[in-house]
């Protein structure tokens, strides 16, 4: 869903709807006219293979070609502010930043002084200025909405110029930012963030993220059409049951109307101070563990590992194993490793294998990611991430006949958590897998054993356990992958 904030307002829903028929239009006569146009492109900030991160991608409004070096040092200031600030700093190393150096004509943004919300021409001058993607203030009827081409021909022809620059220059983008050369403050949100060059405006962006790239909702009082179940947004009131349950009274973490009347006063946010409300505020824990699940399920820590597949034929001891892991600050990752179903060494990124530790036949080493950063608390959570590699190695009389690689990860939903009947127990993976779910008693007693495939949903009947504390424990190929806790009432 595509929220049209602006500043602190939003658009009605007729228009988002006229919009978007409006740019089907386009689209469909305008298909097989546009021509394939190369810009300039530099990565200014780069954690690694661009298959392995999360790809953000800032295009250029209102910068001529002698003003492109100053586009890169405004971008570079941005990413410093995002990066600086939390979850980002800490898992800042999962994502990539590139620029793309999209010309102008003339320098800065239209400004018609046609707002409502100020006396116009208010802070700066009645300006038209012919630039790319066509930027303007006073989008809207409000001084600090600054969008893209508003006023002619319209704002679909600016979307779908966007989307050629950005097929055309880097299709395998995440998420786009533009940025415009103006320092009065001013953006917007939806699809494509906009923000001007001023400090501050930095944060609207930021927040804009949250939206687009992370599915979190404003925190303050929105119009009633914008209200709907979200990370940060509900209608639960019963703070055990409260998706954020696990973070109530901690760090200002409550359940708080958006209003004191009509449907709002029937919608709850997590906190009062959080950038979803409040621009210079930090993202609250709600909205942290938010983005951090998101990038979790965007983004597998493990970004290679050796050896894999064939790559070695050796009967040479000892054998390295070892993962190239991408790491938040601080590292938070714990890595399990097994070999044949008993441990074989904790919190290591490799390990080596000698002659004794391997019998004749199959054997099998594995590895097992978790993250343990204290801006999740997965115990209670639905969903989690877990990743895998394993290897199976062959050993002959001869020596190593060979070694064989799979990397896995596992999204393993348990939920309702806490129930009084049934648990559901699903598992999402890239790779066929087949769980064994052992259920355990606090007192270390298996009470039930159950199996799951690939996206199937198992529901397992609980009324007849006593209340209390359980541990749902998920094998794959007799390996813990991973314990997780819930409780009975
Ligand atoms: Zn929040």
Redesign the pocket.
Known sequence: MIYYKIANHLLPQEFINMRYKLLILFLVLNYHFGQCQIFDKETIKNSGDNDKRINLVILSDGYQTSELNDFKTDAISFVNDMFNQSPFSEYTNYFNVHIIKVPSNESGADHPATATDVTEPYNIPVMSVDTYFNATFDAFGYHRALYYGIDYPDSASAESKINSVLADNFPTYDQVLILVNSSEYGGTGGEFPISSTHTAANQIAIHELGHSMFN?KD?YLVPDVFYGEAI?MTQETNSSLIKWKNWINENGVYIYPYGTSGIPATWY???QN???RVLSAP??P??KEGIVEKIHSLISPIDSYLPVSNSINTSTYPIDFQLNLIKPIPNTLESTWTLNASNFANDVDDVSIIETDLNVGSNNLTVVLNDTTTLLKVDNHETFHVYSVSWTITKSALGIDDITSEENNFNISLFPNPTNSILNLKVKSKNTVNLKVDIISLDGKKIKSTKISNYENNEVDISHLSQGLYLANSYSNHILITSKRFVKN
Do not use: G, I, Q
Request: net charge positive; proline share 8%; charged share 25%.
């Open positions: 979190l925190e940060n946010r997590p906190h959080c950038k979803m993202f609250c709600v909205c």
